[in-house]
C-alpha cells in the first residue's frame, strides 16, 4: 500500500507566521508534489520535486518556498502566511502514470 | 496555459444505470490523463489512467481517449450509491526533468440516485 503522509490534519496559523507543512512517503519515489484546493478553483500546483534538493515551481509558486533535504522528505514553507493561504493543502508522490495523495492539511490563517 | 474544463454538476444519475463524466483539455503535448475519485473531505484517489487513444476499462470504469478531439471522458456502468462523489480529470505534460504535476479540472460532483 503506498504511504503518504501529513503532519497535521488541521493546523490554525496567524497572520505573518511562518508555516511548516511536512510530507513523508514510505515508497522510494523520486517525485514529490504540492497542492492546495479551494472551492471554486480545484486543486493548483504549487511545487514539485524531482529529486533531493531539486525543485520545480508550480502554477502558483507564490508566497510559498520548498525543501527537500531527503528523498522521503518533502516540506512546503509559508514564509509569512496570509488569510489568502487558507486552504486545504495536499501533498502527492508518484510518476508520469500514477500519482497519489496524502491526507491533507487543512491549514487557517487567521 | 495548460486547461482543464469538466461540468461542475451535479449530475444525477439512477442506481443501476450508465454514468458519463466528460473533460476536455487545452495542450495538445498533454500525454496522460487521470480520473480521481473524491468523497467529501478526503483526498483523491485514483480511478485510472490512459495515455492511449481508445477505450481503457478496469472493472465498471471504462476511460476513453480522444486526442484529436482533446477529450477525456469517464464511463460508470452499474452505478452504486457508492459512487456518488466527485469526480476530477487532470492531465500531465511530460517533461525531460521530471514528472511535471498535474493539471486539474475542477470537478464534476456526481449523485447517483437510489
Known amino acids: 500500500d503506498v504511504k503518504v503522509t501529513q503532519s497535521s490534519r488541521y493546523l490554525v496559523k496567524r497572520t505573518g507566521e511562518k508555516v511548516f507543512l511536512e510530507c513523508v512517503q514510505d515508497?522510494?519515489?523520486?517525485?514529490m508534489f504540492w497542492y492546495r484546493q479551494d472551492p471554486g478553483l480545484g486543486l493548483r500546483l504549487i511545487y514539485f520535486?524531482?529529486?533531493?534538493?531539486?525543485?520545480e515551481k508550480g502554477d502558483i509558486p507564490e508566497g510559498y518556498s520548498v525543501s527537500r533535504e531527503k528523498k522521503e522528505r518533502f516540506s512546503l514553507i509559508l514564509e509569512s502566511a496570509s488569510t489568502n493561504q487558507t486552504s486545504m493543502y495536499l501533498c502527492?508522490?508518484?510518476?508520469?502514470?500514477?500519482?497519489?495523495f496524502g491526507p491533507g492539511t487543512r491549514l487557517t490563517v487567521t | 496555459q495548460k486547461e482543464v474544463e469538466q461540468n461542475s454538476g451535479p449530475l444525477s444519475v439512477p442506481e443501476g444505470a450508465i454514468a458519463s463524466l466528460n473533460c476536455t483539455y487545452s495542450?495538445?503535448?498533454?500525454?496522460?490523463f487521470f480520473w480521481y475519485r473524491q468523497y467529501s473531505g478526503k483526498s483523491p484517489e485514483l480511478i485510472m489512467f490512459?495515455?492511449?487513444?481508445g477505450d481503457k476499462e478496469d472493472g465498471r470504469f471504462t476511460a476513453q481517449l480522444n486526442k484529436a478531439s482533446q477529450y477525456v471522458s469517464l464511463l460508470i456502468r452499474d452505478s452504486q450509491p457508492s459512487d456518488s462523489a466527485t469526480y476530477l480529470c487532470?492531465?500531465?505534460?511530460?517533461?525531460?526533468?521530471?514528472?511535471?504535476?498535474?493539471?486539474f479540472g475542477k470537478g464534476t460532483h456526481l449523485i447517483i440516485q437510489p
Open positions: 490512459i495515455y492511449s487513444n
Open positions: 487532470a492531465v500531465n505534460v511530460y517533461s525531460g526533468g521530471g514528472a511535471d504535476g498535474l493539471t
Open positions: 520535486s524531482y529529486d533531493v534538493k531539486m525543485k
Open positions: 495542450d495538445r503535448g498533454s500525454q496522460s
Open positions: 515508497m522510494d519515489h523520486e517525485n
Open positions: 502527492a508522490i508518484g510518476g508520469g502514470y500514477e500519482q497519489y
